[in-house]
């Protein structure tokens, strides 16, 4: 089975709530892993809230993404 975000919440400071098609609830605080210059505009909290799921994972209006398979393995 392919890992997939259905859902994403933004829950506080770098911090999501993703629920993931295999029907886990998990929570990820994605500060440590905002490195390199497509990250930089997403340690702007405003610009964080901006993301939207698509192409079965999260993405910001710049194109920063995170894989679904990163996103569920280091979440809570």
């Known amino acids: 089975m392919f890992i997939e975000?259905?859902?994403a919440?933004?829950?506080g400071l770098y911090t999501l709530r993703l629920w993931f098609n295999?029907?886990?609830e998990k929570v990820i605080n994605l500060k440590k892993y905002l490195?390199?210059?497509i990250y930089q505009p997403l340690k702007s909290d405003d610009f964080f809230r901006k993301?939207?799921?698509k192409f079965n994972?999260?993405?910001w209006p710049n194109g920063a993404d995170f894989a679904p398979e990163f996103l569920y393995a280091n979440a809570e």
Do not use: A
Request: charged share 30%; no cysteine; hydrophobic share 35%.
């Open 35 to 37: 490195k390199g210059e």
């Open 5 to 7: 975000v259905i859902k």
């Open 22 to 24: 295999d029907h886990t």
């Open 9 to 11: 919440q933004y829950v």
């Open 51 to 53: 993301f939207q799921i």
């Open 57 to 59: 994972t999260i993405e």
